[in-house]
């Protein structure tokens, strides 16, 4: 417990879903290409706001442009003149200077106005499409990814990373592009003015980006390490809280504080190194600004004292010559807010840093590969015809058939959905290296009642697992109503197929809601019909709000065996013809289990259904047993067969 | 503001951090407020103009040096001694947290569900370690340096200075109106942003019933409104917010326009008045524009102090959330110089009742009385909801008794070291958790200084043995958090394994074979009663069959005990029982006796 572990993602045992919050895998890494196609997307959705936008920023920094010159002119054109020759005769350049400022000035508010706005709009919206596309994306997967990463990691995409790109779309990105713009912008000025005094800001910029790869680049390594720790610590906080009261029937609250404060001290090194660096970046550039500033007025007062000739871009223009008192000023105003901008543009650093790495994860999400679906079989409402014939309808018949297209013939067979069921020599493994199931064969014919029973890990969920296609066998075949389930479309296979996990899933929302989650189209009749048959009527009457109790975090207030009634209600309103149980009953006392079983019977009329069950009573009245052993069949027969037979069982 | 007196207590070590943080952040300020002065001395026409250029040059440029390296040097050190400050104090109170929540009684757990406690720990600390960082460095920086600012504006023309003290309190009230305005929306966002999230957590938890049912595209509906709703609030909040900053830069810009304007007409009149030159230390067009740099500090003072405001009230709910656990009182405490030993492992209830919640209505258990001898096998049986697993908690004090005392060896239970009773009165959970690391790692919870010797023992007992065997890496398997890697009967075994290993003087089994077969679960129970004969075993179960051969069986119905006796006493005078016996029996006479 106490080290601090870094492999502890093993290959997980594809049982159950995985809870709590993994390890972070490979914080910070940001994928080539990652930004051109987050704007791309941008530009996608947003076209006309991103112009828009773009347009705004230019404006926006003209217009700021234009105000950084005002001092300067009004100084040279208005204030120096007008001492001399009085106010009256520069009134008219001055009031026509004040205007044209309050007009930059007003596109410079509206700009900025205009753009936070529209930006507000833009940002939020990459964000929702990002939530969206992940969503969707991830209802596609396979049940394989859910196993394989921890559910903290896939919550983290949704919150941590999506939060990072809002932060890089909405203000790392604009800044970055404003900057730039207002850069170019004075680097030109101070070129047009002088080389030597543009060589002397570049030097010292040189020295600034140094400073920065150096403090940005520890600043950054902190933070990732800081996050890291920060995750792990969250890690064993969550176990810890999850486990809380078997810390206390064990009285390990001493050592769970031990441990606890190794993590706690690891964070508290990283976060106050990856702060430091963060902190101390600003003031020392500001300060090597400051430094620049003074080295700027000591070389031009060199260069005006001895009358150097000064070299610029003008010069071209005004010919070469000394460097003018103007020219100095307006350079100082220039260096200054020159450094201001790189300190500026350097405090991203680490924001766009973090926005392209969550943008990679979320980008790496979207890139999974989908669950494989080559299916062409469908599930449609059928009726018979005159001739008896099944033909397809849109009436409520009850009446359900496989549409299957043949295309060598080009003729469609409709087959009528039984719920006959049959494994032909299946053999599977999780990973190509490690098989789980070997030559199982079993025949369900419609209305028949199947049990699996076995020792823990013995492959009975496994076979259930792949007759609803969670995952696809190594070898063998599986057929529904005589039909390859390859060939049926993976939705109207699982549609056909009834299922009551292990672990109850239930989701925020009324009882009644939950219940019809079966079937979205059962009408509160039905859904309180589907309730009494699972005995569980009784007990959602005594709620407080009866059917309409919100049941929040998974049904906390709830016992386990209510949850489980539940779904069984849940399962028996979308009313399948094959049904599959696992292990469904096993946390409801043996009463309420008679009642369910009951209603269980009622309900068993023409349906196949599988249980995987250790208890003998839930399994005594089935059809067929099979007993599982390291996955194989090793017996096979009627509860009265089996016993005969004196085995295992 | 007790709230925020509750957090301050967890500074304690980074108090002297905290202090100095601000003293050079206020040098800083003061730095960096000279330095513009200095800056429109060192170089202006009339000094560029003048003979001794140079010298004034090199000796104002001095000065700013010696200034810039005061303000590099306190800043630097400002910037370290808050991170330690700031992460220290986060450190101390995720501490403090954490050790709080150790205390806690199982009703405290109860109380805060585990995820909101792992978000205490952690957003919520993180939230008020910014705001912490904030305060120490900008709260204290911002309001000195518009101070500064505006003396230095009245040094420079008191007749200029008084617009920013006009415009900078609209400004400040202008942008509170809008914070005013927003911060209901970002409340209410918060809370649809929670169950967005919820609901995504949901999606991957419940990934298999999703597509089970085939609900992708209801799921997906679901998560577009959610995240719609986000989206619109969000995008409604931010829009007001993104007036701040277009009416930051109007206040500045109209105050730099009438500045500049009044600013002009004076030099140029007072310049005119005296003959085309501007009298010896006049007002300048270099003292112009050092005001209007003044202008925009005070400015962006009042910009930042209302973001500061911003994030400090954002954390006021995080703040909340915090203080709310660390001033949760346990209900449970140890008893001071308490019992250090259990004599034996003899229980007795004196007319017991118990309720949840002191509000609630109804009692979980009520009037329970009960005998049980040292070295007896108790089991009990009753429909969910019957309040078993209430009963049992009361004996190793995870809840106390609402009325009524229990006893465990003779003393009641309120008396002993809570250590020693717990560790006596060893419980099997019914929702039992094993911890991510090794096998012999999660057995040791037990006692750690158990040796293998004796790890192999309770496994054997627990019937673990063997399947910990058939593991590649035996009883150094590693177990993923949540014991995810193992099956629900084997995280049985390892549970119940765990607790023998304390050698306690009474041992309960809260439903703790559920997943176990019929054949083990008599194994387990076989060797309960072979090897440690003198422990009182409780023991919860569905399957009459596990309690069977218990010397004493409790039924138990709505709270309270209908019918205590052994087997033989129970058939003949308990309906219920010879149901429940009957139900689970009829037709498997056979099979049972065939496997045991």
């Known amino acids: 417990m106490a080290e601090v572990k870094t492999n502890t993602r093993r290959p997980t045992m594809p049982k159950g879903p995985m809870r709590g919050r993994g390890m972070p895998v490979a914080k910070g890494a940001i994928k080539k290409g990652t930004l051109p196609r987050l704007l791309k997307m941008m530009f996608k959705y947003y076209k006309w706001q991103a112009i828009i936008i773009l347009l705004c920023i230019f404006l926006n920094s003209f217009g700021s442009l234009v105000a950084s010159l005002f001092t300067k002119t009004l100084v040279d054109e208005v204030i120096t003149p007008g001492i001399k020759l009085g106010l009256g005769e520069v009134q008219g350049t001055f009031i026509s200077l004040i205007i044209t400022m309050a007009l930059a000035y007003i596109v410079v508010v509206l700009a900025g106005f205009f753009w936070h706005r529209i930006m507000a709009t833009v940002a939020q919206g990459m964000l929702y499409h990002f939530r969206e596309d992940m969503f969707k994306k991830m209802q596609t997967l396979p049940i394989k990814y859910f196993d394989t990463h921890a559910h903290g990691e896939i919550m983290s995409l949704y919150t941590n990373d999506t939060d990072a790109t809002r932060q890089l779309i909405g203000q790392s990105l604009p800044t970055l592009l404003s900057s730039s713009l207002t850069l170019v912008v004075s680097i030109s000025f101070m070129l047009w003015y002088s080389f030597w005094l543009a060589l002397v800001v570049f030097v010292c910029t040189f020295a600034m980006t140094m400073v920065v790869k150096y403090i940005g680049g520890n600043s950054a390594k902190y933070m990732v390490a800081q996050q890291t720790s920060l995750a792990e610590e969250e890690g064993f906080i969550e176990e810890m809280m999850k486990g809380q009261k078997v810390v206390k029937v064990f009285t390990h609250e001493e050592k769970a504080k031990e441990d606890f404060d190794k993590y706690n001290e690891k964070l508290f090194h ?79 650093i680490s924001m766009i840093a973090m926005g392209l790495a969550g943008a990679s994860r979320i980008f790496a999400l979207m890139d999974e590969e989908s669950e494989v679906d080559e299916g062409y079989v469908t599930l449609v409402r059928a009726k018979r015809d005159e001739n008896g014939e099944l033909v397809e309808t849109t009436e409520r018949t009850g009446l359900w058939a496989w549409k299957h297209y043949h295309k060598e013939k080009n003729t469609t067979t409709y087959i009528e959905l039984k719920g006959d069921i049959v494994m032909d020599m299946v053999d599977f493994g999780y990973t190509p290296d490690k098989q789980v199931l070997y030559d199982i064969s079993l025949y369900a014919k419609p209305g028949q009642k199947i049990a699996f029973v076995g020792a823990t890990g013995a492959g009975k969920t496994t076979i259930t697992n792949l007759i609803n296609r969670f995952y696809d066998i190594a070898d063998g075949k599986v057929r529904y109503d005589g039909i390859n389930i390859n060939k049926i479309k993976k939705a109207d296979l699982r549609r056909s197929l009834g299922i009551v996990l292990q672990d109850t899933n239930l989701f925020t929302g009324t009882v009644m809601d939950n219940i019809r989650y079966g079937r979205l189209d059962a009408t509160d009749e039905e859904c309180i019909e589907a309730a009494k048959l699972a005995n569980a009527h009784d007990f959602i009457t005594r709620l407080p709000d009866g059917y309409d109790t919100m049941l929040t975090n998974n049904g906390a207030n709830l016992s386990q065996g209510q949850r489980q009634l539940i779904s069984i209600a849940r399962a028996e309103v979308a009313d399948t013809p094959v049904m599959i149980l696992d292990e469904a009953t ?13 209603g269980m019977d009622k309900l068993m009329h023409g349906r196949t259904v599988f249980v995987i069950a250790h208890r003998l009573s839930t399994v005594r009245n089935s059809d067929a047993i099979m007993v599982l052993d390291h996955g194989r069949i090793i017996e096979r027969g009627t509860h009265d067969q089996l016993i005969e037979q004196k085995g295992v069982y | 503001m007790n709230m925020v007196k509750t957090l301050l207590k967890s500074v304690r070590q980074f108090k002297k951090p905290s202090l100095i943080t601000p003293l050079f952040m206020v040098l800083e300020a003061f730095c960096e407020c000279l330095i513009p002065f200095f800056m429109a001395k060192m170089i202006n026409e009339d000094v560029l103009a003048s003979p001794d250029a140079m010298r004034t040059i090199l000796t104002y440029g001095l000065v700013l040096v010696l200034l810039a390296v005061v303000s590099l040097t306190s800043g630097v050190l400002a910037g370290r001694f808050a991170a330690k400050a ?100 970002f409340r209410r966002i918060f809370k649809k942003y929670d169950a967005l999230n919820n609901s995504i957590q949901e999606n991957v938890g419940g990934i298999r019933v999703v597509k089970s049912f085939v609900r992708e595209d209801y799921e997906v509906k679901k998560l577009q409104k959610a995240a719609g709703e986000v989206r619109d609030d969000f995008t409604k909040a931010e829009k007001i917010l993104a007036l701040n900053n277009p009416i930051m830069s109007l206040f500045i810009n109209v105050a730099v326009l009438i500045i500049s304007y009044l600013g002009a007409t004076f030099i140029i009149n007072d310049g005119f008045s005296h003959g085309g030159v501007l009298p010896e230390g006049a007002f300048d067009a270099a003292q112009l524009s050092a005001l209007t740099t003044y202008g925009v500090q005070i400015l962006s003072c009042c910009m930042m102090f209302s973001m500061v405001f911003v994030m400090i009230t954002m954390s006021f709910e995080s703040a909340r959330r915090i203080s709310e656990v660390l001033n949760e009182e346990s209900d449970i405490v140890s008893p001071e110089n308490g019992v250090k030993e259990v004599k034996n492992g003899s229980i007795r209830f004196e007319n017991v009742s118990f309720k949840y919640a002191k509000t609630a209505h109804a009692y979980a258990l009520s009037d329970i009385d009960l005998d049980i001898q040292s070295g007896e096998t108790v089991g009990i049986l009753g429909g969910t909801g019957s309040s078993k697993t209430t009963l049992i908690q009361l004996l190793p004090r995870l809840y106390d008794a609402t009325e009524g005392n229990v006893y465990v060896g003779g003393v009641n239970v309120k008396d002993y070291d809570l250590d020693t009773l717990r560790k006596e009165v060893s419980i099997v959970l019914q929702k039992n958790v094993l911890f991510s690391g090794t096998i012999k790692e999660n057995l040791r919870w037990g006692n750690e200084n158990a040796t293998d010797e004796e790890l192999v023992r309770v496994c054997k007992l627990a019937q673990a043995d063997e399947f910990i065997r058939s593991f590649p890496d035996g009883y150094d398997h590693y177990i993923e958090q949540g014991g995810t890697n193992v099956s629900g009967g084997q995280k049985q075994r390892l549970c119940i394994a765990r607790a023998l290993l304390r050698k306690p003087k009474v041992l309960i089994l809260d439903d703790s074979t559920s997943a176990v077969d019929t054949k083990t679960d008599a194994l387990i129970r076989h060797a309960f009663k072979e090897e440690i004969p003198d422990t009182t075993k409780i023991i919860i179960a569905q399957r009459v069959g596990s309690v069977e051969h218990a010397d004493k069986i409790l039924v138990m119905d709505g709270g309270k005990i209908i019918a205590c006796g052994n087997h033989a006493e129970l058939m003949a005078g308990s309906a219920i029982y010879r149901e429940i016996y009957e139900a689970q029996t009829r037709k498997s006479e056979q099979t049972e006796g065939g496997v045991a």
Request: hydrophobic letters at 50%.
């Open chain 1, 586 to 598: 096993s946390s409801i006392d043996t009463r309420t289990e008679a009642l369910v079983a009951d």
């Open chain 1, 270 to 348: 990283d976060s106050e190194q990856a702060h430091i660096f963060g902190n101390i970046l600003g003031p020392i550039l500001s300060n090597i600004g400051n430094f620049t500033y003074v080295l700027l007025a000591i070389i031009g007062g060199i260069l005006f004292t001895i009358q150097a000739p000064n070299v610029g871009i003008s010069s071209i223009i005004e010919g070469i010559a000394p460097i003018s008192i103007g020219m100095i000023i307006a350079f100082l105003g220039l260096s200054r807010s020159f450094t201001q901008i790189v300190n500026q543009m350097s405090q991203q």
């Open chain 2, 86 to 185: 700031s992460c220290g104090f986060a450190s101390n109170l995720r501490h403090d947290l954490f050790y709080r929540v150790q205390k806690f009684s199982f009703s405290n757990v109860d109380k805060f569900s585990t995820s909101s406690l792992v978000t205490r720990l952690t957003t919520d600390v993180t939230n008020v370690q910014q705001s912490y960082q904030m305060c120490l460095r900008i709260a204290i920086r911002v309001p000195l340096q518009f101070i500064f600012a505006i003396i230095m504006s009245f040094t420079i023309n008191h007749k200029l200075a008084w617009i920013f003290v006009v415009i900078a309190p609209l400004i400040l009230v202008v942008l509170l109106v809008i914070i005013r305005y927003v911060m209901p929306f």
